[in-house]
């Protein structure tokens, strides 16, 4: 009978307990990007698949980037002269890299977070299949910027980081749509 009691006692005082709101993972879009990235430069790759693709797009980022995005989309089109929207970077913004070898040393890490947007890095070995031995254990740095949109979180941003200079793919898109046709 105590132990009957015991344990209602402490059901009680857990559903009466307030329960703490959990804020979506930072990591996670991050993740699901990176897993596509490693993926695509991987040897078995039968097709590549975009990170800005399907419902990755309207899933995984801010919906500032999404409509940067899909204008330059829109003006890659314009210039290619194409009727459907075209992917405006030509080369893998993860990697920073139209050429490489399969990811090496992976690590995705929380850096931290200040005003509201957590700062997920990445780190890896594109080059981990080069004789060179410097080129080969060169670490690749990107950073991304999450934040919390409609209680999820998604991408803001991308930078690549290389000697102490960090680079924006919002920045790169609003470029390419300035460009003259």
Same mark, same amino acid.
């Given at each position: 009978?105590?132990?009957?009691?015991?344990?209602?006692?402490?059901?009680?005082?857990?559903?009466?307990?307030?329960?703490?709101?959990?804020?979506?993972?930072?990591?996670?879009?991050?993740?699901?990007?990176?897993?596509?990235?490693?993926?695509?430069?991987?040897?078995?790759?039968?097709?590549?698949?975009?990170?800005?693709?399907?419902?990755?797009?309207?899933?995984?980022?801010?919906?500032?980037?999404?409509?940067?995005?899909?204008?330059?989309?829109?003006?890659?089109?314009?210039?290619?002269?194409?009727?459907?929207?075209?992917?405006?970077?030509?080369?893998?913004?993860?990697?920073?890299?139209?050429?490489?070898?399969?990811?090496? %040393?992976?690590?995705?890490?929380?850096?931290?977070?200040?005003?509201?947007?957590?700062?997920?890095?990445?780190?890896?070995?594109?080059?981990?299949?080069? %004789?060179?031995? %410097?080129?080969?254990?060169?670490?690749?740095?990107?950073?991304?910027?999450?934040?919390?949109?409609?209680?999820?979180?998604?991408?803001?941003?991308?930078?690549?980081?290389?000697?102490?200079?960090?680079?924006?793919?919002?920045?790169?898109?609003?470029?390419?749509?300035?460009?003259?046709?």
């Amino acid at each position: 009978m105590r132990l009957a009691f015991s344990l209602f006692v402490a059901g009680f005082v857990t559903l009466a307990a307030p329960v703490a709101a959990q804020s979506p993972d930072p990591v996670a879009p991050v993740k699901e990007v990176m897993d596509v990235t490693v993926t695509n430069w991987s040897d078995s790759v039968d097709e590549w698949k975009g990170i800005f693709e399907g419902d990755r797009l309207n899933r995984l980022y801010t919906k500032e980037l999404v409509e940067l995005y899909k204008k330059a989309s829109e003006k890659a089109a314009k210039i290619f002269e194409s009727e459907e929207p075209v992917d405006p970077f030509d080369y893998d913004v993860v990697t920073n890299s139209q050429d490489g070898c399969p990811l090496q %040393d992976v690590k995705i890490a929380l850096a931290g977070e200040k005003d509201g947007v957590s700062d997920v890095a990445v780190s890896f070995r594109l080059w981990a299949c080069e %004789d060179n031995a %410097d080129t080969k254990n060169l670490v690749s740095e990107v950073h991304f910027d999450v934040v919390q949109e409609d209680g999820k979180a998604v991408i803001r941003d991308i930078h690549h980081v290389a000697d102490g200079e960090r680079d924006s793919v919002i920045e790169e898109l609003k470029a390419i749509i300035a460009q003259e046709e």
